[in-house]
Antibody, heavy 121, light 105 residues
């Protein structure tokens, strides 16, 4: 069974750093890109970026370029999303999702349960 | 960037009714359009990919159509468990989502 297990909820202060994780199981981790999606409280889904665990090729949404860092460690089937200096506006639920292909398109077919990040002084 | 615009932003319908949700892309995306359902407090779930292909395990009352810039998600007979927010997503260039449509029963 395909599963994406995300790390637990975090409460941080503005200016602190943070790294959250997404561990894949039940499939060959390096065969599928992993994407990150933000959902701010009461708002919609925003695509942040995507990484190929096979070679760490990364594509960022222009809205998130320079704001976060996406990485992966294929030896432990885990992708990461990190911040060097959190802001209150980073408060949100963050989902990871597996990207699968069809024809020349792609879809997020499996999703993690989400990691709630709260940034407050 | 390709912008995705959904309409309406919310709707209310009765059980058994037919519901349609629209999604428009700011430029042509061929048929590279996906639909997701997010029930309150839950993780998003893939319903439709490639504009009209039903994801495995999704009830047949859900269907998708369209190509180019205009797409539609249809629920043929609304059920209580369909109360959710629905999002379109393009995969022609990057993976941007629409703003969502909340469906209330």
């Amino acid at each position: 069974e395909v599963q994406l297990a995300q790390s637990g909820a975090e409460v941080k202060k503005p200016g602190e750093s943070l790294k959250i994780s997404c561990k894949g199981s039940g499939y060959t981790f390096t065969h599928y890109w992993i994407g990150w999606v933000r959902q701010m409280p009461g708002k919609g889904l925003e695509w942040m970026g995507i990484i190929s665990p096979a070679d760490s090729d990364i594509r960022y949404s222009p809205s998130f370029q320079g704001q976060v860092t996406i990485s992966a460690d294929k030896s432990i089937n885990t992708a990461y999303l990190q911040w060097s200096s959190l802001k209150a506006s980073d408060t949100a639920m963050y989902y990871c999702a597996r990207r699968d292909y069809y024809d020349a398109g792609s879809k997020f077919d499996y999703w993690g349960h989400g990691t709630l990040v709260t940034v407050s002084s | 960037d390709i912008q995705m615009t959904q309409s309406p932003s919310s709707l209310s319908a009765s059980v058994g009714e037919r519901v349609t949700i629209s999604c428009r892309a700011s430029q042509t995306i061929n048929f590279f359009l996906n639909w997701y359902q997010q029930q309150p407090g839950k993780t998003p779930k893939l319903l439709i990919y490639g504009a009209s292909n039903l994801q495995s395990g999704v009830p047949s009352r859900f269907s998708g159509s369209g190509s180019g810039t205009d797409f539609t998600l249809t629920i043929s007979s609304l059920q209580p468990e369909d109360s959710a927010t629905y999002y379109c997503q393009q995969s022609f260039s990057a993976l941007t989502f629409g703003g969502g449509t909340r469906v209330e029963i």
